[in-house]
């Protein structure tokens, strides 16, 4: 064990740290510090991808600037690394945004409230993260049909609660932080009805909405029970059964995935048996990557488990963070990383490897529920005071609350300037996103033949790895 520090001196040498970065120079955005245009560091992350899912997550980001910067976090980590930092590093989300907080069942059934997106999950400034969700909340309150100025509030509203969170994160007992439960959830109205839907998102509504009846000449064998009639249903692109060669090396990776789950879950898992594969595409970031759905029976066909198994890859963080020791298998990152933000996690969280990819196993929308974006209109800086306290409590359990308090103070100074900072990159996110579509039209224009310019989502990249799944 460390030198123990008093929470007078953490605080100390959280104020220390101003004189490194002081709290008002987060205010400040210069697009002119880029030294590579958004939409070419935008294709430089999508490389390894599957081609022909790329126009997708292309499209989904076109729709809307909410929509692009969900997609976008390649562009936003080299942004916020132009600049100096504070110095004071927690776990990172990494995704920190409005859409990426949700419900979803805790180990003993109950619902719980929490971050639930880790993809991008890595050690850094943990004012990166408060940047973005700042930013989120503008954008994506403005697609919700909210005024500017409301959402300019909400950001503020946001920053005042992650604030005084972390002020009391920084003086409560250690133990009641790490246990600490985040209240009047069904108060706050975007979340009731998050929670009203989780509620619903059970394995047999799963069931029902993701698979259908097998016809006698169409059930696969391999890997399949005897006693199973359901397959994955077909809804091309978003889901789709695997081919025998894919859904066997699925299948396999199930091997080393147990092994990562403590003993008690190990055993519980083998009392599964896998009935079907699917690959599905999901999220708006995540497009492009592998991503598969493991349908599995305990006792009989009304005991459904399905699981998903995700391809991650390096955090868009990665490199500009070079004093952070990482786990070299992506998937144990993200899972490090969510067991070290969350209170609790889903009990079938672990990780697995296919071919050269690294690949999380979670189960797949159990009792899970996300925010309805126009859900905002009504419940804006209620959900924005919200989104600060679970943050404050994420980075609170993972790094040094005290420190972080230090640094941020008592004062408006830090609430002013990161919401500076997120106006200003509101507008620089809609900039980038008309850049999209302005990039996707020229992809468009007819060439003198009169034919389409081929486009580099349906061209694709020069394949990685393209025949490992």
Not at 37 to 60: F, M, N, T, Y
Not at 410 to 433: N, P
Request: hydrophobic share 40%; aromatic share 8%.
């Amino acid at each position: 064990m460390g030198v123990h520090l008093s929470l007078p001196e953490r605080l100390a040498m959280g104020r220390s740290q101003r004189k490194h970065m002081p709290r008002a120079e987060h205010g400040t955005w210069d697009p002119r510090l880029r030294r590579v245009d958004a939409i070419s560091v935008l294709l430089d992350s999508e490389k390894g991808r599957v081609p022909k899912l790329i126009g997708i997550k292309h499209e989904r980001m076109s729709e809307s600037a909410f929509g692009f910067f969900r997609g976008a976090v390649a562009i936003m980590a080299a942004d916020v690394a132009l600049v100096k930092n504070s110095g004071i590093y927690t776990q990172l989300c990494g995704d920190a945004h409005v859409r990426n907080l949700g419900a979803f069942a805790a180990p003993d059934a109950r619902l719980v409230f929490d971050i639930n997106d880790f993809d991008e999950t890595i050690r850094g400034p943990f004012e990166w993260d408060v940047k973005r969700m700042a930013t989120s909340l503008i954008l994506g309150g403005q697609e919700a049909g909210v005024k500017r100025g409301y959402c300019r509030d909400a950001a503020l509203v946001f920053l005042a609660r992650y604030r005084s969170a972390m002020h009391m994160f920084a003086r409560i007992p250690v133990l009641e932080l790490a246990r600490y439960q985040v209240h009047r959830l069904h108060s706050v109205q975007p979340v009731s009805q998050i929670l009203r839907v989780a509620e619903r998102a059970t394995p047999l509504h799963n069931l029902e909405s993701l698979t259908v009846e097998a016809r006698a000449s169409g059930v696969k064998k391999s890997g399949q029970s005897g006693t199973s009639r359901r397959v994955f249903r077909r809804d091309n692109p978003n889901l789709v059964r695997a081919s025998e060669d894919q859904a066997r090396r699925v299948l396999d990776s199930l091997a080393t995935y147990a092994e990562t789950l403590q003993p008690e879950r190990h055993h519980f898992l083998a009392q599964y048996v896998p009935a079907d594969v699917a690959f599905k595409v999901v999220g708006t970031g995540s497009v492009g990557l592998r991503d598969y759905c493991v349908y599995l029976e305990g006792n009989g066909p009304m005991d459904p488990l399905f699981l998903q198994i995700k391809q991650e890859v390096r955090s868009a963080y990665t490199p500009y963070l070079d004093d952070v020791l990482l786990p070299t298998h992506q998937a144990q990152r993200v899972v490090f990383g969510q067991r070290a933000m969350q209170v609790q996690s889903d009990p079938f969280l672990g990780w697995t490897t296919i071919g050269d990819n690294d690949y999380l196993v979670r189960q797949l929308n159990d009792h899970k529920a996300g925010l309805d974006l126009p859900a905002l209109k009504a419940g804006l800086s209620e959900y924005a005071a919200l989104c600060g306290e679970t943050l404050a409590r994420g980075h609170a359990r993972a790094g040094d609350p005290g420190v972080m308090a230090g640094y941020i103070g008592t004062s408006r100074r830090f609430d002013e300037a990161i919401g500076a900072f997120a106006a200003a990159y509101a507008e620089q996110t809609r900039k980038d996103w008309r850049a999209l579509q302005d990039y996707l039209g020229q992809q468009q224009k007819p060439n003198t033949s009169g034919r389409k310019v081929a486009t580099r989502e349906r061209t694709g990249k020069k394949r990685s790895g393209g025949r490992n799944p």
